[in-house]
């Protein structure tokens, strides 16, 4: 089983900034695709961003050139740099993370407990 915690969320003006981060631990070999979700109140779960391990990226269109994520395969932990938020941004950040437990394993998926962004002045 994988643990996830994520960190830095909060309340941002328009146009700030904010970077969460998920780090992933617990039983592990290795880690394949890890991203970024959200889920506005009354919305679906929408995918904001993801990373391959080989380091290849794809965004929603709405958050592209405003959003980086990143990843360090050392730490087992996932980054979403936000800038130029807009209140639209709003929502629950969800990290997932497709992983194997051991050699040999299927893959497996987890999810983090979410963390609350706020855009609004």
């Known amino acids: 089983q ?15 900034s904010l970077r969460l981060s998920c780090a992933a631990s617990g039983r592990i070999f290795s880690i394949g ?20 391990s ?11 050139s405003r959003f980086t994520i990143s990843r360090d395969n050392a730490k087992n932990t996932v980054y979403l740099q936000m800038n130029s938020l807009k209140p639209e941004d709003t929502a629950v950040y969800y990290c997932n993370v497709d992983y194997y437990p051991y050699i040999g394993a299927s893959e497996s998926s987890g999810w983090g407990q979410g963390t609350q962004v706020t855009v609004s002045s």
Do not use: C, F, H
């Open 2 to 16: 994988v643990q996830l915690v994520e960190s830095g969320g909060g309340l941002v003006q328009p146009g700030g």
């Open 33 to 52: 695709a890890m991203g970024w979700y959200r889920q506005a109140p009354g919305k679906e779960r929408e995918l904001v961003a993801r990373i391959i």
């Open 54 to 64: 080989g380091g290849r990226t794809n965004y929603v269109d709405s958050v592209m």
